[in-house]
């Protein structure tokens, strides 16, 4: 069975082909999926200017564990402050200093993306933005009730006549946003790039799977251990990798047999577009 959103990496490590294209009935124009190309871009940009620079980082983090080890170490010793500074004056004195240079890196980055993200240049970014994806919509005909709804692409390798999932570095899919809605008893899947179709009465059913995905990012506006989330039990580790249980939606199609993936927290709106009931939560 086929994944729409799976990608075949076997013979081409940089495919970037989804198994689904052949639901794909619309795509933008050239120009204006350059545009969005150029957005993001910029966006990544903006971004990497807003943080500090890898070395930077590794020599903040090293001032903070410093000042924290030599804290606890002052604190949880079985001397007294008096003792300890006559044994080894120069931690009492190195501490705070390790300290205050913490605190300022991290005020000096902080200041450096807020004045990043206040700028005139970042305002007129995110108007572009604006811009590029109400076009779009206006172009793919995306109504204004669709639904945003989180879908997880992964890649693969045939192995043996079997499909083999090549998880990325840190995690095993990647969740990327689309909107979803119901047109013409279909139900239509878009990235703002294109719009997949797939006909309502080949969707017959989904089921949880046993393992959790793990993705790189969340996209909802609310965080993930908030009230409206938290019911779904996602978490989230150090490294910024998010994991959630998630479903396999069904298809049987003329076309063959696929299916798609979607994150547990939102199969609830899959299930009010195609009338699907599922008893797993």
Request: aromatic share 16%; with cysteine.
């Amino acid at each position: 069975m086929k994944n729409i959103f799976g990608v075949d990496i076997t013979e081409n490590e940089g495919n970037l082909y989804q198994d689904g294209e052949i639901f794909i009935t619309r795509r933008i124009p050239s120009e204006l999926e350059q545009r969005f190309d150029k957005a993001y871009e910029q966006d990544t940009n903006f971004q990497k200017s807003a943080v500090f620079p890898m070395w930077l980082t590794i020599i903040k983090y090293i001032f903070i564990i410093g000042a924290v080890s030599f804290t606890l170490g002052i604190f949880q010793g079985d001397i007294n402050f008096a003792e300890g500074y006559k044994n080894a004056p120069w931690v009492y004195w190195i501490t705070p200093v390790l300290w205050i240079v913490s605190i300022l890196l991290i005020v000096f980055e902080r200041s450096k993306a807020k004045k990043i993200y206040s700028s005139q240049d970042f305002s007129e970014h995110v108007e572009n933005i604006i811009s590029i994806i109400q076009e779009a919509e206006q172009y793919l005909e995306i109504p204004e009730n669709a639904f945003e709804i989180d879908t997880l692409l992964f890649r693969y390798i045939k192995k043996d006549g079997e499909i083999k999932r090549k998880d990325f570095p840190f995690f095993s899919h990647i969740n990327f946003s689309h909107k979803a809605y119901v047109k013409n008893d279909n139900l239509c899947l878009s990235n703002l790039r294109y719009v997949m179709e797939i006909p309502l009465q080949s969707i017959k059913s989904a089921h949880m799977e046993k393992k959790k995905a793990s993705f790189p990012n969340w996209n909802k506006s609310q965080p993930f251990n908030s009230n409206e989330y938290r019911q779904f039990k996602v978490t989230c580790n150090n490294q910024g990798t998010y994991f959630a249980k998630y479903y396999s939606v069904q298809i049987e199609d003329i076309s063959g047999n696929f299916e798609f993936y979607v994150p547990n927290y939102d199969i609830d709106k899959i299930c009010s577009l195609t009338g699907l009931n599922t008893d797993e939560k």
